[in-house]
């Protein structure tokens, strides 16, 4: 085959790069444990440049982890915020509401360089069915407990949650004539048997 054309053909085919492609895409998503819904109406992203941001509502109901005094689960992609930068977060302003407790909560959360660094980390892995390159950790997880800690994860397709570290949000006062959402009955009947623990999460 001519060089040139050999060439050419490496320039178009992104296989032919030895170099890994640059992280440009990543989310911040939410997460309640099961029974406890959180309604979450505001997600603030700031740059770490400092320069702009991203504003996103999430969703009106977290999605939930396996158990419901742990973090366990994988359910976490479709209840966030999809980001198409190279930029990366700075800090992150979040609202919920804790629909066990009638309580709502809001904090403003520091992203450490730290924590941008594994992001941006490139791993040659694979996983799934289709076995798919996913080399990126670009899932910031915030885990949001009915007490009002958050803890905040790392994570990506082919990686578990990896705990970054925890924070306590402050409750904000909301309007007198604010109406929470009800729990569903399965929900309910677990709160009212179990209540609402402080300091496991």
Not at 89 to 95: D, E, F, S, T, V
Not at 109 to 131: A, F, Q, T
Request: hydrophobic letters at 35%; glycine letters at 6%.
């Amino acid at each position: 085959m001519n060089k040139y054309l050999l060439i050419t053909l490496c320039l178009l085919v992104s296989s032919c790069s030895t170099e890994p492609q640059q992280l440009d895409e990543w989310r911040v998503s939410t997460m309640a444990p099961k029974y406890y819904s959180a309604y979450v109406d505001i997600l603030l992203i700031t740059g770490e440049k400092k320069q702009g941001g991203w504003r996103g509502m999430v969703t009106k109901y977290t999605k939930f982890s396996k158990h419901p005094n742990s973090w366990e689960g994988r359910e976490r992609y479709s209840s966030g915020y999809s980001i198409q930068s190279t930029e990366l977060p700075g800090l992150l302003y979040i609202r919920w509401h804790s629909l066990a407790n009638k309580k709502t909560y809001n904090k403003t959360i520091k992203v450490s360089e730290d924590i941008r660094n594994k992001m941006r980390e490139y791993h040659d892995i694979r996983c799934g069915y289709y076995d798919l390159l996913l080399p990126y950790k670009n899932n910031i997880l915030l885990g949001l407990a009915p007490d009002g800690m958050i803890s905040v994860f790392l994570n990506g397709g082919c990686f578990d949650n990896e705990l970054q570290f925890k924070v306590q949000a402050v409750e904000y006062k909301v309007v007198d004539d604010f109406v929470y959402p009800e729990l569903s009955e399965e929900a309910q009947a677990y709160v009212d048997e179990h209540g609402v623990p402080t300091g496991i999460w």
